[in-house]
């Protein structure tokens, strides 16, 4: 899953950030409203964390924008702003959800899973491919019944695979959706965590789900004949 953070306080950024990747979650910073827009335009996100009190563009102009791009992803606004009209206000904008400072991090936790839970109404709770099955919420793994421990990086590959089922997945699209942006890729670390990935999930297994599309990307499916 990943997180935008759109909040000006470097240091209140950073345990932020630290925190939720603690947790699993991939998280990009951006220390403006500008840039956070900007982030959202050419990026995919799961959830936006948004402080309300942001230098030149405010949180509430940023959420109008955002809303006024069409763009649905859940926005979490922070704010030391407390009273019941700022709070209308804000959700009014298009905010899904309104935090006061300050909070405890279990708070803003729960309330992003939340979100999450709210904007999966679309999409199915649990997903298959063959015998193997992931559940975004528990992030529960299992292949042929049997629980398959990964990494939080190995289960956010895999959900990318699987929501992509039998489409060939770039390199480029895994760095884009598993790290974050500040992160260093190396050019073989994709390749790694997948060849990690690949034998927890298909070893022993009579059919391979995890398949090298050579020069391309990453294919997870049954095996398919390039003749098919």
């Not at 400072?101 to 939340?114: C, D, G, N």
């Not at 390749?191 to 990935?197: E, I, M, N």
């Not at 398949?211 to 391309?216: D, K, L, Q, S």
């Amino acid at each position: 899953m990943r997180v935008l953070l759109i909040e000006d306080d470097r240091k209140a950024a950073k345990l932020l950030a630290k925190g939720l990747q603690e947790e699993g979650f991939v998280v990009d910073v951006a220390p403006t409203g500008e840039l956070g827009e900007e982030h959202a335009g050419v990026n995919e996100y799961d959830v936006i964390v948004l402080d309300w009190l942001l230098p030149g563009k405010d949180g509430i102009a940023v959420c109008r924008s955002l809303r006024a791009r069409d763009l649905s992803t859940p926005i979490l606004m922070l704010t030391a702003r407390d009273s019941l009209a700022d709070r209308v206000s804000g959700l009014s904008t298009g905010a899904d959800d309104y935090l006061t400072k300050p909070f405890a991090f279990a708070e803003l936790l729960a309330r992003i899973r939340a979100l999450l839970r709210r904007s999966r109404t679309a999409r199915p709770a649990v997903l298959r491919v063959a015998d193997l099955t992931l559940d975004p919420a528990s992030r529960r793994v299992t292949r042929a019944g049997a629980s398959v421990e990964l990494t939080s990086k190995e289960f956010a590959i895999l959900e990318v695979l699987m929501r992509s089922a039998g489409e060939i997945v770039s390199r480029t699209r895994l760095i884009e959706r598993v790290w974050d942006e500040a992160s260093e890729i190396l050019d073989n670390l994709v390749d790694v965590h997948l060849s990690h990935l690949r034998k927890k999930i298909d070893r022993g297994e009579s059919s391979t789900l995890i398949h090298t599309v050579r020069g391309f990307g990453y294919r997870l499916g049954p095996f398919q004949s390039p003749d098919a």
